[in-house]
């Protein structure tokens, strides 16, 4: 029987709205180019993103508090 796959590890929180100044997405913090790419990124690269995304998303919601729910 063959193993099954790895799942990948992924910031994405269902809230894909894109924040039209940065041009990042308000739910999980990375751009069009990083959510199209994702999967086929090596784990050093989604780390790399992954650990930029809570500065990313802070900043996002200082510029733009009425974007976010909560």
Known sequence: ?????V??????????VVDPISSLCIG????????????????QRRDAVMAALPE???RLRAQNPDAFAD
Do not use: D, N, T, Y
């Open 56 to 58: 990313r998303l802070a």
């Open 28 to 43: 999980c913090g990375r751009s069009l180019q990083e959510i199209g790419g994702w999967v086929g990124f090596s784990a």
């Open 1 to 5: 029987m063959p193993e099954s796959p």
């Open 7 to 16: 799942p990948i590890p992924s910031p994405c929180i269902k809230v894909c």
